[in-house]
């Protein structure tokens, strides 16, 4: 590789790590309850990527414009039907159900350090949830156990790759996603979404942790204007989970998603950036700037709380998880009830947590905590937004 080469991809790492996955510690999680699914706090992920600095850009990605081969290219002249297209390498992950030709976004699983094809599968399915209930002893809500996703499957093709990536080092899993990646690309579909799903391995002298992140945002809203959103900029991007870790990683997923497909911005604060004055990351819709962004953005929809709140609550309660992700004996989630209703909460979004710089629609959603499944309505209007782009067939 040459170095301009080697460059460009190390800098799409570096960016990449900006838009931090999962979730984080928020600023009133007491220390010593961190998060179950927080990558850069827990213990048991000893070498995290860095955090990278608060230069997060929305115009660098590792995933080029759409490939100008339409798949409808092969279709023939007579105008006859012919049977979809089956992109190279790429495989149905459920039965019956892709259209290559349909208006959809493309999801690829790709592997990392699987066993066997059977293995990626199974979890690939597990962490999307496909199924449309929560994983795991109904703990883990991926993307399709949560709405709007869960009755949008039709607007989205599944996807896995039979080249499974293998690797010992980071960056040895770091550079053959970036060529797979590439290699997905070409396959002609549209608004392709690579999701590396990464089986750790540590041991001595070897570690695949990589920090969860999105290499960037979907699509970018402009001047805080709903109106702003057009199918032409949206450009899907790459996202990575660990599989294993921890327990909610298929809402970590669905999280990342938040941020590659539908450009929505981490409200949470980590170590370092939950010093008072640090800067915070601003970013439309869920992350402004001023009262006045704010109440352009969502002034009419103050007290309004996301359906699907009261639906994932319940169905924890009623799997006994609730207790789970929520211990009865921390507090730092108990203001959950009142902290989904929309209204102005101040701080966070990677930055001060105390302080004025940044105002949230919720103080809880999936874009602050993973394990809270729930997008509330600012992002899920903008979700609801970009799904309504696609006509699935
Ligand atoms: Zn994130």
Redesign the pocket.
């Known amino acids: 590789m040459d170095k301009k080469g080697f460059s460009v991809i190390a800098l799409l790492f570096i960016f990449g790590a900006l ?4 979730t984080g510690v928020v600023y009133f999680t007491s220390k010593e309850n961190p998060p179950v699914d927080s990558p850069e706090s827990a213990p048991q992920n000893p070498v995290p990527v860095s955090t990278g600095n608060e230069a997060a850009s929305t115009t660098v990605s590792s995933n080029p414009l759409p490939a100008t081969t339409s798949p409808e290219s092969g279709t023939g002249t007579s105008g006859k039907k012919i049977s979809p297209l089956k992109p190279a390498n790429l495989e149905n992950l459920v039965q019956g159900h892709n259209d290559a030709r349909a208006d959809r976004i493309n999801l690829v699983i790709v592997g990392i350090n699987f066993s066997s094809i059977d293995e990626l599968k199974n979890t690939g399915i597990e962490m999307l949830s496909w199924g449309g209930s929560p994983v795991r002893n109904g703990v883990a809500f991926g993307p399709f156990a949560i709405e709007p996703l869960r009755s949008n499957k039709g607007k989205f093709n599944v996807w896995y790759d039979t080249a499974i990536i293998n690797g010992t080092t980071q960056d040895d899993i770091r550079n053959k996603a970036v060529d797979e990646e590439g290699s997905i690309n070409k396959t002609g579909l549209k608004y392709v979404v690579p999701i590396f799903l990464n089986k750790l391995k540590q041991s001595p002298g070897i570690n695949t942790f990589i920090t969860p ?2 290499v960037g945002f979907g699509i970018t809203l402009e001047d805080n204007s709903f109106s702003s959103l057009t199918k032409d900029k949206l450009q899907p991007k790459a996202v990575f989970v660990n599989v294993q870790e921890p327990l909610t990683s298929p809402s970590q997923l669905a ?2 998603l ?2 590659g497909i539908f450009g929505l911005a ?1 409200e ?1 604060t980590d170590s370092p950036f939950d010093k008072p004055g640090s800067a915070p990351r601003i970013r439309a819709p869920d992350c402004v700037a001023t009262p006045a962004d704010a109440q352009k953005l969502w002034g009419d929809m103050v007290g309004q709380v996301d359906p699907f709140y009261t639906n994932w609550k319940s169905t924890l309660q009623q799997n006994g998880q609730w207790e789970t992700l929520f211990p009865s004996d921390v507090s730092w989630w108990k203001s959950m009830d009142d902290g989904v209703k929309v209204g102005y909460y101040y701080g966070q979004c990677y930055g001060d947590p105390n302080g004025k710089d940044a105002i949230r629609p919720t103080d809880f959603s999936i ?1 602050n905590q993973s394990q809270v499944a729930v997008f509330g309505p600012v992002n899920r209007k903008q979700v609801e937004i970009v799904l309504g782009f696609f006509k699935g067939f």
């Open positions: 838009i931090l996955g999962g992140h999105s999280h990342e938040g941020h981490d949470k874009m």
